[in-house]
Each structure stands twice: as structure tokens, then as C-alpha cells.
């Protein structure tokens, strides 16, 4: 991440034009996401499709790639966000709903190069203690998926390991082997 900016109060961040790669902001200080590489937008699009799978067909969640979520005066930009539907805001005839002001059921961050770990585990952390269900660290370096829940310690994850996330959704998991062999040459 680069700084771009220090000073501004999140009112006059929400006011700047849209960047990319997209602007995040914490504590009065505007910083600029870092581009993402191959790996990351591979991974991106395979959690996003599976994601989708298991809570898309019954209307149990959306799931969100690269939305702004402000709340708590942060705003962040996670690599994927997932919504119950029950806790979405209604659209009103063609009003639009535009930054989501709450916490998202789960967040996903994963780090590309230029990125710290250290960094992306405080946001993650931020997260579960701000309201998230769950947060997951993903890193293609040695795929793993490090996961954060509220109450409890990190938990790190590695190939041949599944997930359960029943805290966003009944049944939902991911398998690490499926999510990382979309990294594997054919």
C-alpha cells in the first residue's frame, strides 16, 4: 500500500474521485491499494465463484468483489465481501445504495506483492473486532488461508485442510485444495 494522503476527515475522502487501484481510508490517512499480480486476481475470481456457488442458488448471500465497505470512520476496500441478503439495505424504486455503511459477514483479503502480511492480518483482525464474522488472509506464496473469527485466535490453514464457515452461513467451506489448484499449470 501507498500513502497517498494524510489529514482528511472520511467525509472529504468519500468526496474524492475513484481510483485504481482503489483508495482506502484509516484514521485520517488515504492509502492506494496495491495492483494485483496474476495470482491474486486467480484466486480472487475462484473464491468468488465458489463462494457463489454454495450461497447464490438458495438467495442466502451476495457475494462482492472489491466493494467499498465504511463504517466506524475506516473505509476499506476487501478483495471479496460476502452479505447475508437479509442484512442488505432495500433499494427504493431505482435509489442507489452506493458504499455499504455496515460490516460485511465475511471478508477476504488476499495479499499481493508490495503488501505486508502484518498489514492485511491488522485489517483482518479490525474486522472480526468491528463487527465481521469471519476474515480470511489468503497467500498464494504458501497457500494458505489464514482465518480470524471473532473470541478467537487466528487459525491457519493449508492445502488439504476445509474451512467451515457456518458462522456466515450454514455449510459453507472451502477446500484449500480446490481453491489453490486453480494456481497449478494444467
Same mark, same amino acid.
Not at 116 to 119: H, L, P, S
Given at each position: 500500500m501507498v500513502t497517498v494522503r494524510q489529514g482528511l476527515t472520511l467525509d472529504e475522502f468519500l468526496a474524492l474521485p475513484e481510483e485504481k487501484p482503489a483508495l482506502e481510508y484509516c484514521e485520517g490517512v488515504v492509502t492506494q491499494k =496495491?495492483?494485483?499480480?496474476?495470482? +491474486?486476481? =486467480? &484466486?480472487?475470481?475462484? *473464491? $468468488?465463484w465458489e463462494l457463489r456457488r454454495q450461497l447464490e442458488p438458495?438467495? $442466502?448471500a451476495r457475494v462482492l468483489p472489491e466493494q467499498r465497505i465504511v463504517y466506524l470512520d475506516r473505509a476499506y476496500v476487501p478483495d471479496v465481501v460476502v452479505y447475508r441478503r437479509e442484512r442488505l439495505p432495500r433499494r427504493l424504486g431505482r435509489q442507489r445504495i452506493g458504499e455499504l455503511c455496515i460490516p460485511p459477514d465475511l471478508a477476504v483479503e488476499i495479499i499481493s506483492p508490495g503488501e505486508? $502480511?502484518?498489514?492485511l492480518e491488522a485489517k483482518c483482525r479490525w474486522y472480526v473486532e468491528h !463487527? /465481521? #464474522? !469471519?476474515? &480470511? *488472509? /489468503?497467500?498464494? #506464496?504458501?497457500?494458505? $488461508? @489464514? /482465518?480470524? @473469527?471473532?473470541?478467537?485466535?487466528?487459525?491457519? +490453514? +493449508? #492445502?488439504g485442510d476445509q474451512i467451515a464457515l457456518d458462522e456466515v452461513a450454514p455449510g459453507l467451506h472451502l477446500v484449500l485444495d480446490? =481453491?489453490?489448484a486453480t494456481l497449478d499449470p494444467e
Open positions: =496495491v495492483a494485483p499480480k496474476y495470482e +491474486h486476481s =486467480v &484466486l480472487q475470481g475462484e *473464491l $468468488i438458495e438467495k $442466502i505486508t $502480511i502484518g498489514a !463487527g /465481521v #464474522r !469471519g476474515a &480470511l *488472509l /489468503v497467500d498464494d #506464496r504458501d497457500e494458505t $488461508i @489464514r /482465518v480470524f @473469527r471473532p473470541d478467537a485466535p487466528p487459525a491457519t +490453514h +493449508h #492445502r480446490e =481453491v489453490f
